[in-house]
């Protein structure tokens, strides 16, 4: 609900409206369904009974059990109804009635009662070839009142698992096994069982093997070879189909490569002594973006490779092949030894005289944050732990296709949303408003400090998931939710802070905040907005901040 959504235009300080780009055209049927949705509990009469379906888990084989909650909050009332069970195919169509229940209780107040259906498994077998689900249809009534419950439900197993177990690596034009396994978790047997694998750039032609029968939780287990046919990273394709499944399918990523890294290389075994490790700070700092940032460490982006150069105390013979890997340990809070994600990246390292250069590229799902660097050298069977204490802070990459964060609009957008560090965030109402200035300061160390400050607040595994960061930042940034960055105040006396008019810019905010680890007063929406796009911009996620206006408003309802 809104009017005149408003932001900064790419490229220039005029107003750009993007509100067909955040709800749909005013006046149409989406529009006005998502109207009385967001009115709905106000247009409502008040009932006294609530009505629950709890979320349902279906693994493939096992039966499914559906529920309906029914909380009584007032004076006994009856309910009456039915539950029906249907099985249906993915277009709709019914292939039968499995089961109809019909509903006749007594809910006391301030009790809960469960109506419960129970439909076997075996009922998303009965139809070979066809994708079956199971539609539970609800209609009950609260007896002597207007208030009514009706709802649909469709049903559908997870599919079994299929593993394909192949590694990571194969060198180019290597051969390699692989296996496929399968386990039946049907208590009957699976006929007609058929494996399709296919992949263009590891198979020299797709492989059909028939199977035949898997008895009831059997085990199948199928070798076969993939070649390395073409550089780079490629899926390989694994379907099961059968005569109570239709399809269940598996996949595995696997590099081709030049050469594979093997860590126990027999050959001319020597140790080096290193000098020096140079981090190559204006080459790799230009060729991620991040030579803007204030913070002069070592910054690069997931998904794409920086370099280090070691410098050791002798030459190494011209045919030396040195392999290094690279340990990166995730640091959270104040305490260096406090690390838990970690990912390791091997290469084969460039040899000239005394100089080692190498190519480290963490991948493009890497939790994002501040990793110690742990970094050794072999060649042959002889390991040398470099001593050196390398740090890195790997921020997402919305330039990298393979980032879950990847940008896929007009790259240049990215100058705007991603590496601009100031703007305009438009104030006012629909009919007369106007564009404040607002200095992001996204590449301010203070910036950094805090962003990373509010990452140590998630779970170290979620710091990678662009969609949970963003979430968990809008949280932060609000002083209600774990004592987060800013305090809202719309009562119009601001005498003991800062009045939210106030600020121009992140950068003040996020340095009182960085010194003292408080709440800074006072925000309104625009403020919060602007914070929330600074840190989003700093950490790499293409940000901007828009403005509604003609909100629908919860006026204290608090939802």
Not at 511 to 519: H, L, S, V
Request: proline share 4%.
């Amino acid at each position: 609900v809104g009017q005149t959504i408003s932001t900064k235009a790419v490229g220039s300080h005029s107003r750009e409206d993007v509100t067909d780009q955040y709800k749909h055209p005013e006046g149409s049927d989406w529009e006005r369904r998502a109207l009385y949705a967001g009115y709905k509990e106000l247009l409502d009469e008040v009932h006294d009974v609530d009505f629950q379906i709890p979320e349902i888990v279906n693994k493939f084989g096992e039966d499914v059990v559906f529920k309906v909650n029914i909380t009584n909050k007032a004076r006994q009332h009856r309910i009456r109804g039915r539950i029906t069970s249907e099985a249906v195919s993915y277009t709709g169509r019914v292939l039968r009635e499995v089961s109809q229940v019909p509903v006749d209780l007594k809910v006391n107040k301030g009790k809960t009662e469960t109506v419960t259906m129970t439909v076997e498994g075996s009922v998303f077998s009965e139809f070979p070839g066809t994708k079956v689900y199971v539609r539970f249809s609800v209609v009950l009534a609260v007896h002597g009142t207007s208030q009514m419950f009706s709802e649909e439900v469709n049903v559908a197993p997870s599919p079994p698992e299929l593993e394909v177990i192949a590694p990571k690596q194969v060198g180019l034009g290597d051969e390699v096994l692989a296996t496929v396994k399968f386990t039946n978790p049907l208590p009957v047997e699976m006929e007609d069982v058929t494996l399709n694998i296919e992949s263009d750039e590891l198979l020299h032609d797709d492989i059909i093997h028939t199977v035949g029968t898997v008895g009831p939780n059997a085990e199948l287990s199928y070798p076969f070879k993939l070649v390395g046919l073409k550089l780079g990273r490629h899926n390989l394709v694994v379907g099961l189909g059968s005569d109570k499944v239709v399809l269940v399918t598996g996949e595995k990523e696997v590099e081709v490569v030049e050469e594979v890294v093997h860590r126990d290389v027999p050959d001319g075994a020597m140790a080096v002594e290193v000098k020096s490790v140079d981090r190559n700070l204006e080459e790799n700092r230009r060729a991620h973006r991040t030579d803007s940032y204030d913070d002069r460490g070592l910054i690069v982006r997931r998904g794409q490779a920086f370099s280090l150069t070691v410098t050791a105390r002798k030459s190494l013979p011209a045919n030396a092949k040195v392999v290094s890997r690279a340990t990166f340990q995730l640091i959270t809070g104040t305490n260096r030894l406090r690390r838990h994600y970690t990912f390791e990246v091997d290469t084969v390292a460039t040899v000239s005289g005394t100089t080692i250069k190498m190519e480290l590229k963490p991948p493009a799902d890497a939790a994002v944050g501040k990793y110690h660097v742990i970094l050794t050298l072999a060649v042959g069977d002889k390991v040398t732990a470099v001593q050196d204490d390398i740090f890195v802070t790997i921020l997402f990459n919305p330039w990298d296709n393979e980032d879950s964060c990847h940008y896929a609009g007009d790259p240049a957008h990215l100058e705007e949303y991603v590496l601009n560090n100031h703007g305009k965030i438009w104030v006012g109402s629909s009919y007369n408003n106007y564009g404040r200035p607002w200095q992001f300061a996204q590449f301010k160390k203070d910036s950094l400090d805090v962003a990373l400050w509010a990452m140590d607040k998630m779970q170290q595994f979620d710091r990678g998931d662009p969609i949970k960061v963003t979430r968990h930042l809008s949280a932060m940034v609000n002083v209600q939710d774990d004592n987060g960055i800013l305090v809202g105040n719309w009562s119009g006396d601001y005498s003991d802070a800062v009045s939210p008019l106030a600020w121009t810019g992140s950068a003040e905010i996020l340095a009182q905040f960085n010194r003292t680890k408080r709440p800074v007063r006072y925000a309104q929406c625009w403020v919060f907005s602007g914070v929330e796009t600074t840190l989003l911009r700093c950490l790499g996620l293409a940000a901007r901040s828009i403005s509604n206006f003609n909100s629908a408003h919860d006026t204290h309802f608090n939802r």
